[in-house]
């Protein structure tokens, strides 16, 4: 019998989407809902596949729908796909004492983008360790607050959840007990959990990789891996100027002091959080064409994020200057940039590009909706962000299941998905006829 090898990118597929089936059983459970009887497999289906990719887009509300069993299962869920389900499944490993073989080893390897096998081990345990003691300190942070809006008994809960959600770049939100779907709009001018949150959400945004750094070499700038470099930078111009943007330009019914705030934290969710505290139907046509660009980025490589990531925008921006000035080869910051790097930056943009756009018109044809809101639910799934314009709920399930696939690309990643596709990489012994073809 022939035997088929399976591939590293055909676990961490399998590894989600076993997770989302998982989620979907346990969501339907009558002990799930707070209705009588359990809630419709599709919208179960809806929900796990948001949570295990982080993403934050609701068909039924957090608050109200589900019970608190329901609702520490959407958290597991949250906390599996922020960390990755390789990570967590390496993580039992530890806690059991099992021996991590080199194929564990490689397929978190390529979980977490780390760039190389060696020390994988050493930085799962310091990705664990860190994530929950992040969490933990958020949670403590967000308490008080929490406590005096809602009691200590659901203060304790809610100041756990949110700092969970908030840190995985989720989304999920438990605020749909005094609004249905309203998000964090109550805490529009509350500076400490504003604060609070965007840390949340910016640590887990940035990537392990930088928190190696960080532990390693402390503030030593020089002595950072290029990514860290890039996703440091890049991560800081996409918060500044999508802020300057929403405070010139947007709310224009806040006064110049109350506007800072929240357009800061309208520019920090962008980067997958999904969290929102103005109505984003009040946003400008302008506005949420930049908010569409900045969803489809998302977060940066081996983090809790999803989207195209900001090194590969950075790569294809650097790219294109270079192609300019008439360089040969593309570099940055002092370091030459490999030719690999730049096709897959190039497939990737294309690919994300594509898929959200015809599945914007798909379901604008679908629900007879206007494209443009579409388009806004389109990106905000495949770039696992979990903003939107309120038409999620309403949708048919031919369109659900459109934003469902969206969903499970973004967080997995669109090359993932191809490689795994494909049992076993072909070898080119032989190459095709040189012939030059004008573009441009």
């Not at 509350?190 to 965007?198: D, F, K, R, T």
């Not at 700038?221 to 860290?228: G, N, Y």
């Not at 809790?304 to 590969?312: D, E, L, R, S, V």
């Not at 002092?334 to 096709?343: F, Q």
């Amino acid at each position: 019998m022939r035997k088929h090898r399976i591939t590293t990118f055909q676990i961490i597929a399998a590894g989600f989407t076993a997770m989302i089936l998982l989620g979907t059983l346990l969501l339907m459970l009558p002990v799930s809902s707070r209705e009588q009887g359990s809630v419709a497999f599709s919208d179960c289906l809806f929900t796990a596949t948001s949570a295990v990719c982080v993403t934050g887009l609701a068909v039924r509300d957090t608050a109200t729908c589900w019970s608190p069993f329901g609702q520490a299962v959407i958290l597991l869920m949250i906390q599996i796909g922020g960390l990755g389900v390789v990570t967590a499944a390496v993580s039992l490993a530890f806690l059991s004492g099992r021996r991590i073989g080199l194929l564990q080893r490689s397929v978190m390897q390529e979980s977490i983008a780390a760039p190389q096998v060696g020390g994988i081990v050493r930085l799962t345990r310091f990705i664990v360790l860190v994530t929950l003691c992040i969490e933990m300190t958020g949670a403590l942070l967000l308490l008080p607050f929490m406590a005096e809006n809602f009691g200590w008994g659901k203060g304790v809960w809610y100041a756990v959840f949110h700092s969970v959600s908030a840190f995985c770049n989720a989304g999920f939100d438990l605020m749909g007990e005094r609004e249905a779907f309203s998000s964090l709009t109550e805490f529009t001018g509350h500076v400490p959990v504003n604060i609070v949150l965007m840390l949340l959400i910016t640590v887990g945004g940035i990537g392990f990789l930088v928190w190696d750094d960080l532990k390693e070499h402390r503030f030593r700038w020089k002595q950072f891996r290029l990514q860290s470099k890039v996703v440091l930078l890049t991560s800081a111009i996409l918060v500044i100027v999508p802020a300057i943007w929403f405070f010139a330009f947007e709310m224009r019914d806040l006064s110049p002091g109350e506007r800072i705030l929240p357009s800061l934290f309208q520019s920090v969710t962008l980067r997958t959080a999904g969290f929102n505290t103005v109505d984003l139907t009040r946003i400008s046509g302008s506005g949420q064409v930049l908010m569409i660009a900045m969803m489809l980025v998302g977060g940066s490589p081996g983090s809790t994020a999803g989207g195209m990531k900001t090194t590969t925008l950075a790569v294809l921006l650097v790219t294109a200057w270079n192609v300019f000035r008439r360089r040969d080869n593309v570099s940055l910051l002092g370091r030459r940039i490999g030719d690999d790097a730049v096709r897959s930056a190039v497939a990737i943009l294309a690919m994300y590009g594509l898929l959200f756009f015809f599945s914007g018109v798909a379901i604008s044809r679908i629900e007879g909706l206007p494209l443009p809101a579409c388009l806004f639910e389109t990106a905000s799934a495949v770039g696992t962000v979990g903003l939107t314009q309120g038409i999620t709920p309403e949708l048919s399930l031919a369109s659900r299941l459109i934003l469902i696939a969206l969903m499970f690309l973004g967080r997995v990643g669109g090359l993932t998905l191809i490689y795994a596709a494909q049992s076993v990489r072909r070898a080119q012994n032989s190459t095709l006829p040189l012939e030059k073809i004008t573009v441009g």
